[in-house]
Each structure stands twice: as C-alpha cells, then as structure tokens.
C-alpha cells in the first residue's frame, strides 16, 4: 500500500524491504543492533538483566491482560518501551526474516490483545493502575504518545509480515479514541501533550489506506494550541486543579498557539520535532500548502538558528528544550541523542515533499553526527546529552552542568534514548533512496542495493562506496530490460566540486535541487562514478553564535570533527589551529573502528612563560603544537578526556 | 583598647574615628549610606516601605521582648538584618555623632535586652516560635550567625559612643553561649554552620581585652570538621535524622576537615571567607604559625586560582561556592557582592599581620570592582550576582542561568547585600591606614586626613588625590612637633612605575613588601608626592581559564573595564580589540558620575558579507570599530544590555 501519493510528495522512500546495506561504514552498527541490542533489552523488558532497575514493562502488560496479579510499576509511558524495541525488531524482520523474534513478536502481539480492554483501549498503566482516570490527562499522561509507538510498531511489523493482528488491534483501539475525542458535542477537544501519534497516524494510514487515520491525526494538529479556553486547562480545571507535571508554559508541548501561527521551534525538542514530522506528513497528505510552509518555514528557523553543527537540537537542559535564536552553548549543548534522531525524521519527510538537497543534508549530518555520537563504538553505553565541549574537570562539578556526561552512561542508566538509536540503526535502509514514477532518487551513499520497480520494469541499483571516508560513488544499474528513467542522484551542499562519469565517460549533467539528474535509457550494467571532492573543511559559524566567536570547526564531507584529550593534550581550549597550514586527512584502520583523522599544525601556550598568578599584564609565548581531530561522532571512546568541536584559531 | 598587639601583628588599622574620607570618588557614596540607604532600612525593617514584603524584624524582637503579641516573620536568620543595620549606624556614627540614629540605636538596644532571655540567649526566631529547640541545629539555623552579627554591631557602636549596655548584652549573651558549647562532660561540642561568629568574638576581644572572647572563638574554629562522629551527625541523630536544608556535602559548611587540614576554599564561598577571616584574627592573637600558615595557604589558592579579575570569587549559583581550580565562567559568574566584601575583610586581616602589598591590592581590587558593582550610581538597585558577561537576550531565557540578573535589582528584592554594602561603604575609612609603633602605613588612595598618635605625638597625615582617575597622591605630614618615624605607602603592584619626592626633591626609596618607606625627622608641612604610572593595561588569564582564552581585560589603575552594548553596539563577544593601537583614557565628567573611559580600535564582522547561514566555509570580512570601555563598577546604569569584561584580541 506504499503508492498512495499525494500531488505534494515529489517522491516516496524506498521501502526498507527492498533496500540492502552492506557498507563497511553502517552494517558492524546494524549488527550491533540484532545482535546485541534487540535481544538485550528484550531481556529488559522482562527484568532479567542482573543488577539493572527492574523495568516491569512485560509485567505490566501481562496484569492488564489478567495473567497474573499486581500493580502497575514504572513511568506512566513505560508502555512505549516495549513499542520503540518492538519497531526495532519489526524493521530487522524488513531486513531479515528471523523466525525466533517474528514468534516472539507474535507473542508480544498475543499479550497485547489480551491486555487490550474490550472497548479497545490500551495502556497497561491505567488499565492497572488508574482505571477511573483514562483521558483525563492528555498534557501529561502520555497516553496518545504511547498509542503513537504501537502504531509505529505496527506499521512496520505489518510492512515485514503482512500479518494484521496487530493493525487490528490498532484500528480498534483507534476507534476507542475517536469515539472519545472530537469536535462532536461530548468529546474532548483534546491533543497529545507529548506529540508523536500524529505521525504514527499517518503511517497506519499509509498502510491502510484508511482515511479515520488521517481524520484524527488532522484534528489533533488543528486543535493544538486553540484558545480560549486552552484544552489544558479545560482538563485541569476538570481534574480539580491538580497536575501530574508543573509545567505552565505551554510552549514546552507546541500548544502556546495554533499550529498554523507558530514560526519558530519551541519548547521541548523531541516533541517539537516529532509534531513537526506529522505536520509534514498531513499537509503533504491534505494538499494543504499553507500548512506546509508552516512546515517549512519552522524547518528554516531551526536549521538557520536554531541547530549545533552536528545536527543537534535543543540547547538547553531545562525542560530539554529550544531556547532563543543562536543560544548554542557548547558545554552545556542539551542536544539529546532523540532530538538529533527526530531532525532525520523531520528532514526525510521534507525531503519526499520538496525535493531540495538540504533536507538531505541535513539528515546526513544529524545521522553522521548528533545521532551517531549518542552509542558507543561498541553499543554497549550511550549519550543521552551531546555536548560540543567537554571539560571534565569542571563538568564533573559545576551543577549548572549536571546533564553533561563526560563519557557514555550503560544501556540501563537511560531508557528513551538506545531504542531509538536500535530502530534508527535498523531501518537506515529507507533513507538511502526514493522513486517516483519516472525517477530513483539517490539520497544517502551506503554500499549495498535497491531493487525497484519502473514501469512494471525490475531496476536493481547497486551501490559501491567507502563513505564518508572517501568521495567517490559506482552506482551500476541493473534493469530487467532496458528502461528510460532518471537517476538523480545528491551532491552534498558540502561539495564544492564533483566529477560524473557515465560508462567511464565524463558528463555534464543537470542539477535540479542540488540532485544530479540522469535521464536516459538504461541498460543493464550502465555505470555512473561520481566523485566527490572532500577535503578538510574549515566551517565558522555565523557570528551571533557568541560561545564560536574566534573558532573554527572542522569537516570532511559529512563528518564533524573534535579534539579529544587523548590526542592532543590537556586544556584544548588553549590550541589554536592554524588553517593556513595542510589539514591532512588520514585514514587509520585500526583507530576506532577505522576512521579518517585529520592532522594540522596550531600553537598553545609555553608552559614555561607563566607565572603561576591568574592574571597577567605580560604576554605569553606560544609553541607550535601537531594537531590530530577525529570524527565527533567516535569521541569518548577511549577513556574520559576534554573533547572540542569549536577550536580557536 | 585598640591596641592590643599581638608578636604576629606587623601593623593594626588606624581606627574609623581617627580617619576623614573627603574624596570625590568615595564621599558621594558614603553620603548614599547615611541619608539614603540607612533611613531606608530602618523603615524596610519597621514594616513601612509601601510595596515592599514585610521584614517583621522588629517586630519579632518586640514579640520576644513581650511588648506585644505574635508569632515570628520571616527567615530563621532574620536578626541578623537588624544588626547588619546597626553596624552599618554605628559605623556612621563613628564617623559622625548623629544624636537622632543614636537614640535610635539606644532604643533598639533597649529593645535587644528586653528581648534577651534571663540566661543571656537572645534570638527572636527561638524565643518566639521554637522555645524548646534552641540550638539543636547549628548547622542550619544560624544562631551563632545572628550572634555574630550581634557583636560586630556591639563592637561598632561601642567603638562609636563608649557606651556599654550592648556590650553587656553581648556579654551575658557568650556567657551563655559557653555554658551550652564547650569540651566540657555535657556541653555541645557544635559550632556554626555558617561562620561568622569567629570574626565577631575577636572583634569583641579586641574592644574589651577579655579573653573569653577568643576561648570560645578557638573552641569553634578547633573543633570545626573534627570526626568521628562529625557534630553535625550527632545533632542530627538527637534530631531524630531531621534536617533544616538537605545539604550533604559539610565542605559547604568548610567542616569536612579539621582547619589545620584545610588547604583550598571550599563551599560556600561567604561562609567560607568570614571563616578564614576569624582564623587570621584568631591566628595572630594566638600567635599560631601553624594556622596563620593555614590562612596564607588558603589565601594563595583564593587568589592564584579561584578569584575573577574583579575580586569576585565564588563562581557557581549552586550553593554560592566555590568550585575547583579555574573554574571561572564569565556569563555564569555567581561571584555575590557579599562574597567580594568578605574578601576585602580577609584580605584587611592579612595585611595586618604580614605587611605585604599583595593583600592591599586585591582589597583595593575587590573594592572598586567586585564590591562596588553590587550597587547602582543611585544607590537604589543593587547586583547580589556580578556576571562579567551579560547577553540578555540568552541570560534571560536560559534556566542554567537564572541567577543572573540582567539589571540590579530594588533594594527590597534581595536582603543580605545591600546592609553588607552599607556598612562596608560606611566603614570604608578604616581601611585606607594602619600604625605600628614607628610606622604609618598608607594602604589606599582617597583624600582625606587621618590623626595618629607616634610616641605620644600627635600626627596628621593629609591625602590629597583624584584617584582612581588619577595616579598622584600628595601627602602632607603634620605632626604637632618634629618627630622620627615613617611613613609607609603602598606602590601598588599593579604600577610598573612610581616617581616620589619628598618635599619637592626626587627620592629613591627602600620598598619592604610593597610599601614605599620615608623614614625621617617629620616636621609641620612636609609632603610626600607620589605619581603612580597608570596605563592603560591589557590584561591576560592564566591559560587554565578556558572561558578566557584569545581574550583579554582591560584595567587601568585599580579599576576593571567592561564595553557595555550602549557605547559599543550590540553582539560584544564579536569584537576584537586591536591591543597594538593607542588605548586612550579620558576623564568625561558627566558620564556615570565622572569617570575615565578607554577608548581603542578594533574589529566586528562585516554583517554584508554573512549569508544568514549558520555554517559557512567562507571567511567573514570585518571592519574597523571604534570601541569605548566604562569601568566596570559602573555597568549597568544606562538601562539593559550586554556587557563583557573578557574581549576578543
């Protein structure tokens, strides 16, 4: 049911079913994934990791379901724990069709209807705990945003099975929810506190083709913010005045105002962006072009002032949220690993609607960067916070700092962050590439294939590359029988300069929103090279972001780079690079995992020259200094150190 | 009774009654204190400022003097603004008798004495609302510390009048005192939370000569952070495991370790340098190398390590304390006016007894800086926290940094500091000489004239200076007849060059720790002339301060410079100053009550050749810029904006 295109979508992924990575690069981390991570936090889900919380999620599903007596334990959203591990194992079963964990998600499934009440709601914590108290608090209670992540689940386990138990369970449990909320008289006019149904609606419409899906996703996004009276308070007032969280600014949930006059990113990034996300997918869906500049208006603010250079989002710790325009601290980024992940999803989304480039660009970085920097090289610990500066000395003191980790925290320490990574990681397929009906587009540069259909003509695409580390793209086309379609492929904003060849032959070709188009009549092993020249970038920011006033960070293709104490000293702070000088990349195979470093020459200060006072009217001597930055990315992975992405120079 | 002497002792200050400040910088001031900010706190602490939260301080006290009845208002701690104030009077008295405050102070005492209970235990929060819980926590509840206070304003005004009732209050009061604290079978073996009181009991000491006085300030310094069992521990346990504030770390409380094992400032950092002040006090009565060792140590650390430029110390909101070494943020600098002042206290004690230059300085730094820039031209509003980088536009938005106020506030929003300005502006006379039997030392700068007996000859010592503006300080000798001794001044060290003439004619001078020393025959009119050099300076961090690196202050004389977003646009950290261009000082009589401003070139970008882009491989053009720094004491009376003292070079 992946064809149901709008006028407003240039181009649909490609599903993750028909997309192979084997890249040296990405498929050691998708192992990870299946290997490790998937069946390790099955394990937590049902308690049985010695030494770790409890996490009850199983349990509490198992009590709701009537097969065993107690009391509901966890958070109120513990739920979606389950639902983000089971849309982790749905996409690997895309992959891979592994029969244990396609039973065990069938049994999962199984628990899930029992625990489901007859008229069709869903959520262990209630059903358990507060049985009198369903929908009495949307705001707080995450009872949409659970529903959202089985939606999520189910779409993909439906897409990797075709097996409709749990889209059944979703449908009547959807019912449930437009017979409560709605603008007929009776029902509350309510919206998700916590936003993310709203995209999750749009998949199951997707999937279906089922146009209740996008009535309530629609409705919710219309309501968000109207006032007066304020839904949040309407409920509150109905509660007796009581709140579960204290929170009075409604711009931390996107409900400070009507969707359709909100122009910049506020309060609470992951929320945010996750909204942001369903937006694109209605408006896209309803044709509604003012609201989709919403979209893209929100998108230019955040990309233009409002994002680290990592694809961060959400600069500050307290209610993990955006701030002001250019409010980008470096040791005290907030940055969480989800944020940087929901940007990717925000971006693709963008991307299928408009066509442009920097979508893609974007969703390149964040996954390079911000995304990829919050687990371990080897997958065992994670950063919920992904600061830009890290001085541990006083990181490890200041409380002003206190959400800032000087190294990755083990799997159990935070629940929200690694399953998102988990279902990142494993469905990466389905960012690599889009089709319509007369083009392929090439997004992302992964090793691996695409088998699509054109015109009722099979069209396998294969793709050979060492990126990032390398420029260069072969991708060979294999059409069933020759074919006439577009191959469009990316050059990265990041590339000044790339050459194309076609068969070995040197072509010009069109650009058309930073895609290079390839249209001809293709036949089977017709090659296209593309090379991009990457080298060392020096990238300043723009100068109302005061904490880089002076600094330059560096890049190679869509890799940031840092200093880590580990390679260069302590007080990194004190180096000044010199960008005048060669900035030599260098690829070390055996250095975390094989990564290309980047070696330069700067200056720091002659210990020799200082008094030993905090103040000085002399001035000191400088010694020249060899300078090694890796990928940000691969940072913390060799022992606690200073870390700088923004080097003064 | 002033000149009790201990053998560790170099010099002791000449007292405020022998010394007039006429001076332009600082008389306008110290007029701010008698008819404006006095009268003002006396009606804040009566209960009649309209508008204004109810103080209920003597209120309380008349409740427990039983002239009327209640219950308390107001903080566990809330004495102690009474005695702050009435330090402050008898400063002022001392300086001139004025009969209205001093009939005023004299029914206050009266008042205290009804209030004092027939052991001799005086505190209204106590006495009124927990009877049967006095000092049952020392560590929180800040009995010692209101006592403290009591006797700091006792000393004062007995100093001022000669009279005695509040003494014998006092008396009576650490009668009791030593009756419940002491190593004694069924005494506490307590001491203050928040010290204080050690200061106070030399004070008393030094106007009485009883020696029950230092005992009990011994006992409490000896005994703080002694274990196992910690004190605090103990009362806690007889508590029944209660506490006031949850606060775990007993560094906060400088009582993690016994004084003589202490070797860096910890924790609170007020707490911590009203402490150390005691211990100096303490030290030199005690003629105690080892302890006296203790307080240099800490003073070595304070200033090589912890301290800003502006002598503000302390760098972190959480628990107002100090952190580790270098830890000093600029645009999170907590760095309270209460804690500067504490400084120059400590800082005046050193003095005393070493007779080095070097705690001179840093007084005189504090004081025109870190100090004086807690309160307004106007001497209406007033900073509790002293940022050295203010972009409001983040500090107003960002949570991590919602101690920082981006203007002074009213009086009545914040209560310690404002009383701990007064009575230091008040009391400012006795910090600018000191004696020894052949000495008159000349710690700072202010016209004005001091009269000292040498040998029982009575002597003169006429200032005259426009200082800070100006670097000569013309001193006329007066003795009643020609008599031997010297005249000590302090060549500042922050002056790379003095030219001094006695009588006209060019001398070279010894110079023992700083001070210039005029050893002669001292006849009617002889002067001094000293002309400081006074620069501007450009001023560089240890490298170590990271938030300072490619950056530097300006200073000229004692005074610390800032560029304020009135005289220099907005965006200041994207400014570079070009140190190798003149640096121009200008008096401009007019501006912020008359005050030198440095006027230079440098650079800000050339906002024509951003894109809007946040990222960019381009290099920005930057142009020239006219830049104008105001001292840094006087930021913030022209309306909000931003401020840096740290600037790009």
Not at 58 to 84: C, P
Not at 191 to 216: C, D, F, Q, W
Request: hydrophobic share 35%; glycine share 6%; charged share 25%.
């Amino acid at each position: 049911m992946s064809n149901i295109m709008s006028d407003k979508l240039q181009m649909e992924p490609i599903s993750l079913k028909n997309v192979v990575v084997e890249d040296a690069f990405w498929t050691p981390w998708q192992k990870l994934v299946k290997e490790s991570i998937i069946p390790y936090q099955w394990d937590a889900l049902n308690d049985r990791i010695p030494g770790a919380e409890p996490s009850g999620t199983i349990r509490n599903f198992e009590i709701a379901a009537g097969r065993r007596e107690g009391t509901h334990y966890g958070m109120v959203f513990q739920d979606s724990d389950l639902y983000k591990w089971m849309e982790a194992v749905a996409f690997s079963l895309q992959l891979d069709r592994d029969s244990t964990w396609e039973q065990t998600m069938d049994e999962v499934i199984d628990l899930l209807a029992e625990a489901q009440e007859a008229n069709g709601y869903l959520n262990s914590y209630y059903t358990v705990k507060e049985p009198d108290n369903k929908w009495t608090n949307v705001k707080d209670d995450h009872e949409l945003y659970c529903a959202g992540h089985l939606f999520e689940a189910a779409a993909a386990y439906y897409e990797a099975t075709g097996k409709s138990k749990i889209m059944d369970i979703c449908s009547r449990f959807v019912d449930h929810i437009i017979e409560v909320f709605g603008r007929e008289e009776g029902k509350k006019k309510g919206y998700p506190g916590h936003p993310e149904i709203e995209l999750a609606l749009m998949k199951l419409y997707r999937a279906t083709g089922e146009n209740k899906y996008v009535s309530l996703c629609q409705f919710f996004i219309e309501e968000r913010g109207q006032q007066p009276p304020h839904y949040f308070d309407i409920e509150k007032e109905k509660r007796g005045g009581t709140d579960r969280f204290n929170l009075k600014n409604y711009d931390y949930f996107q409900a400070h105002a009507p969707i359709k006059e909100q122009t910049t990113p506020e309060g609470h990034a992951v929320r945010a962006v996750y909204l942001y996300s369903g937006i694109a997918d209605l408006a896209a869906q309803q044709n509604d072009e003012q609201l989709l500049n919403v979209a893209r208006t929100l998108w230019k603010n955040t990309i233009d002032k409002r994002m680290y250079i990592t694809g961060g989002i959400g600069s500050s710790e307290y209610q993990e949220r955006f701030t002001v325009d250019y409010d980008l601290p470096n040791d005290r980024a907030y940055t969480e690993t989800c944020a940087a992940i929901s940007l990717i999803f925000w971006a693709h989304r963008m991307l299928q609607i408009d066509g442009d480039r920097e979508y893609a660009d974007i969703m390149e970085l964040a996954l390079y960067n911000g995304a990829l920097s919050g687990i371990s090289l080897d997958g065992q610990s994670y950063f919920y916070v992904n600061s830009l500066e890290v001085w541990p000395h006083t990181a490890n003191h200041r409380h002003d700092m206190s959400s800032v980790k000087t190294t990755r925290q083990p799997w159990f320490g935070c629940a929200c962050c690694p399953p998102n990574i988990a279902r990142l990681l494993a469905s990466l397929g389905q960012y690599v590439y889009s089709k319509n009906e007369s083009e392929i587009y090439v997004h992302l540069f992964m090793q691996g294939e695409t088998d699509v259909k054109m015109n009722g003509n099979n069209v396998k695409l294969q793709q050979q590359t060492q990126y990032p580390w390398q420029g260069n793209i072969n991708i060979t086309v294999q059409p069933q029988k020759s074919e006439e379609f577009a191959i469009a492929v990316r050059i990265p904003g990041w590339c000044q300069n790339a050459s194309i060849t076609v068969n070995g032959e040197k072509v010009q070709v069109n650009q058309e929103g930073g895609y290079a188009k390839f249209l001809r009549t293709w036949k089977k092993g017709d090659e296209i090279n593309i090379e991009l020249d990457m080298p060392v970038e020096v990238v300043r920011s723009h100068p109302e972001v005061r904490e880089n006033a002076g600094k330059v960070a560096l890049k190679r293709g869509p890799v940031v780079y840092c200093l880590e104490e580990k390679d260069n000293g302590s007080n990194l702070q004190d180096i000044e690079i010199n960008e005048k000088k060669q900035l030599e990349p260098t690829f070390e195979p055996h250095l975390l995992n094989g990564v290309v470093t980047i070696q330069g020459k700067g200056t720091i200060t002659d210990r020799a020259s200082l008094s030993g006072s905090l103040y000085t009217t002399s001035t000191f001597e400088r010694t020249s200094k060899d300078i090694k930055a890796v990928p940000y990315y691969a940072w913390s992975n060799r022992g606690e150190g200073e870390m700088i992405v923004w080097i003064r120079n």
